[in-house]
C-alpha cells in the first residue's frame, strides 16, 4: 500500500548496480556471428564491446563463454577478448550454458543475483540459459541489442518467451547509464564518456560536441 511518509530521495533496488550485477558473454564467436541474421552485425558487435568496456569500467564481474570453440564455432569475439585479456573462456559443449558445472560455478562465485545477459544465438544460446537461471531465483536482465538470433522472427519469438518467464530486456547505453547513474560520479565519469563517444554513435557525437563548445566536464 503507498504510504506517502515512505517516499525519499533514494534508488530503487531493482536497479543494475556495480555491487548487485554479473554480466555474462555467450558465444560471440565467428560462426555464429555468420548465422545472425536478426540485425547488422557489426552494430551487434559494437554494442557487445561498449557493454564489455561497462563492465571493465565499473569492476562488474564479467564471465565469458563458447561453445566448441576448437571444433565448429571458432575463439571468442577478438575485439570482446581484448576487453578482458587475462580474462578466463569457459568452453562448453552444451547449448544451454546453465548445464555447464564451471560457468554456473564461476556465476555463483560472484555472489551476485542479477545476470546481464548477451550473446548470440537468441533463441538457443541466451533463452536456455535465461530460463534455467531463472527457474533457479536468478534476475536475468538481456541485452537485446548485443545479442542476435537467425533471423528477426527467432529474435523477437526469444526474447518474447524470455520476458514472460521474467526476465527484463534492456540495452548497452541503458545498461551503462544505469550503472554510472549521477554524473557526479566522477570515479567513473571520464571513462564512461570515453565509452559512449566510441561505441554509442550519433549520442557520442553529441558528446563530442558538448565538450567541444561547452567544456570537458558537459554531462550527458
Known amino acids: 500500500m503507498f504510504d506517502m511518509d515512505k517516499v525519499q530521495a533514494a534508488p530503487s533496488?531493482?536497479?543494475?548496480?556495480p555491487d548487485n550485477s554479473v554480466m555474462l558473454?555467450?558465444?560471440h564467436q565467428p560462426q555464429m556471428f555468420f548465422g545472425t541474421g536478426s540485425g547488422d552485425r557489426a552494430a551487434i558487435i559494437n554494442s557487445t564491446v561498449g557493454l564489455?568496456?561497462?563492465?571493465?569500467a565499473f569492476g562488474v564481474p564479467a564471465v565469458l563463454t563458447t561453445v566448441a570453440a576448437e571444433s565448429f564455432s571458432g575463439p571468442l569475439l577478438p575485439q570482446l577478448a581484448e576487453v578482458f585479456p587475462k580474462q578466463e573462456v569457459i568452453d562448453r559443449t552444451t547449448m544451454n550454458a546453465w548445464e555447464d558445472e564451471a560457468l554456473v560455478a564461476a556465476v555463483k562465485a560472484t555472489g551476485r543475483r542479477?545476470?546481464?545477459?548477451?550473446g548470440l544465438w537468441t533463441e538457443v544460446c541466451l533463452v536456455l540459459p535465461a530460463l534455467s537461471a531463472l527457474e533457479q531465483g536468478y534476475e536475468v536482465y538481456v541485452v537485446?541489442?548485443?545479442s542476435g538470433g537467425v533471423?528477426?522472427?527467432a529474435h523477437e519469438h526469444a526474447l518474447q518467451r524470455m520476458l514472460a518467464a521474467g526476465a527484463v530486456p534492456v540495452t548497452w547505453v541503458q545498461v551503462l547509464l544505469?550503472?554510472?547513474?549521477d554524473w557526479a560520479r566522477q570515479e567513473t565519469y571520464g571513462e564512461v564518456m570515453e565509452i559512449v563517444k566510441a561505441h554509442a554513435g550519433a549520442y557520442g557525437l553529441g558528446v563530442v560536441y558538448a565538450q567541444s563548445v561547452i567544456g570537458a566536464h558537459a554531462a550527458g
Do not use: G, H, Y
Not at 178 to 181: C, F, T, V
Open 13 to 17: 533496488k531493482d536497479l543494475l548496480t
Open 114 to 118: 542479477k545476470i546481464i545477459l548477451a
Open 25 to 27: 558473454f555467450v558465444d
Open 52 to 56: 564489455a568496456k561497462a563492465a571493465r
Open 151 to 153: 533471423s528477426p522472427a
Open 144 to 146: 537485446s541489442d548485443a
Open 178 to 181: 544505469e550503472l554510472q547513474r
